[in-house]
């Protein structure tokens, strides 16, 4: 029997122009220190929800996080024909049943004004934890409460953080445990429910740039167009400024196939099928911050994918030094060099017996010795990999 494939490793060079693809707090550019270098970085939270979306729309599957469970619910039974005041009621309980703690949402008086203090809102409950479900448990939830009708209709409002629901807990929380794709490839967090947490079976890198970066700030201001039509005044209807950069970034992600196959009970057919979505979702994702002024919708310069039988191997090190600029201009070329160096370097101080498959596509046609077979389009890599990780005869999650 041949080794088990256990991970997939996916290394990917893009280079984005002027853009700000994460924000921080204060809506400046995010950034680390690297090498003594000061690079832009765009957080894995944020460029994995980017693949996560790519992702459910692969599968055809989506989940919902969200404090917002109870209303959420409230909106699918007002659909389905419920009395506003009876939907809200019901989605409220079914919160209140979930066994997280819980509060009521405040909301101020329109006609008091924005002075006016916030009231409680009753039947409008924010779960304490985030909830994280297949889009499918709304209408399973909203099935329980058509279920329950009749007691819903006589319960009392849920109007403080104490009141009991009168709809089944334990059936609400079977609910809230179920799982699809989505949860079974990136994990659920949800310690208030038992059982209800699933570990996830990627890992994503904070991706940076290959290189030092500047933080530029861009002042702009907006047109009034009635001054500008009659020619009154002078100025301009709004004045601002915003922080950009540009660069070459190094990305790095993997699954864990033996993971995944826990999750999904060792179903070699649909983990091949989630496997294939989720490195095709990451190949292809990019934040959307500041897409409208921007539009900086690159592809990857270079997709690198080693199907390994023993531990995930970032090339981030490749970069701890930040590469020059090549003599013409450009991080890009230098930058998949580096990585190509550094990979067959690495990869001999590791041992390539653990390496079962490697491939790399790119805009570079020259060789990138030690990256393994050149493909000419990502789908085929992608297609390679897999044929490689789900092999026949293989242990593990192989056929």
């Known amino acids: 029997m041949s080794a088990a494939a ?36 765009v957080s894995s939270q944020s460029w994995k929800r980017a693949a996560r979306a790519d992702f459910e729309a692969l599968i055809g599957q989506a ?37 997280i703690k819980f509060e009521l949402a405040k909301e101020r008086d329109r006609a008091a004004g924005d002075k006016a203090a916030p009231v409680v809102v009753p039947n409008k409950v924010l779960t304490n934890a985030l909830v994280y479900v297949p889009e499918a448990a709304v209408a399973e939830l ?20 104490t009141d009991k629901s009168v709809l089944p807990g334990q059936r609400v929380e079977a609910i809230l445990r179920t799982r699809n794709g989505v949860i079974n490839v990136f994990g659920r967090m949800l310690a208030e429910i038992d059982d209800a947490g699933v570990d996830g079976a990627v890992q ?7 290189h030092e970066t500047d933080v530029e700030t861009d002042y702009f ?31 790095f992600a993997t699954i864990d196939l033996e993971d995944l196959a ?82 067959r370097v690495a990869n001999k101080l590791l041992g390539e017996r653990h390496i079962l498959g490697a491939g790399w596509a790119s805009i570079d046609t020259k060789d990138l010795e030690g990256l393994g077979s050149h493909f000419d ?12 990780a789900f092999a026949a005869g293989a242990d593990g999650v192989s056929a």
């Open 6 to 41: 256990r991970f997939i490793d996916i290394h990917i060079l893009q280079s984005v122009p002027f853009a700000n693809l994460n924000r921080d707090d204060t809506n400046s550019v995010k950034t680390v220190l690297y090498g003594n270098a000061l690079r832009t970085r």
């Open 63 to 99: 989940a919902l996080r969200t404090r917002r469970i109870g209303e959420r619910v409230s909106q699918d039974l007002a659909g389905r024909g419920w009395p506003p005041a009876l939907a809200e009621r019901a989605g409220a309980h079914l919160a209140a049943a979930s066994g």
């Open 142 to 161: 909203a099935a329980l409460a058509e279920e329950h009708r009749a007691t819903l209709e006589s319960a009392k409002d849920i109007k403080k953080p």
């Open 204 to 210: 994503v890198a904070h991706a940076l740039t290959t």
């Open 221 to 251: 201001s907006a047109v009034d167009d009635i001054t500008q039509l009659w020619g009154d005044a002078t100025g301009s209807g709004h004045m601002g400024h915003a922080e950009f950069s540009a660069g070459t970034f190094y990305r």
């Open 262 to 343: 826990a999750n999904i009970g060792g179903d070699v057919k649909a983990a091949r099928e989630l496997v294939a979505a989720f490195v095709h979702a990451v190949i292809r994702s990019l934040p959307q911050a500041k897409k409208n002024s921007t539009a900086p919708h690159t592809i990857p310069d270079l997709v690198h994918l080693a199907v390994r039988a023993d531990r995930p191997l970032s090339f981030a090190t490749a970069f701890e030094a930040p590469v020059r600029a090549a003599d013409r201009g450009g991080f890009a070329a230098p930058s998949r060099t580096a990585l190509t160096e550094y990979a």
């Open 377 to 388: 389009s990502y789908d085929e890599l992608v297609d390679s990999a897999l044929t490689t």
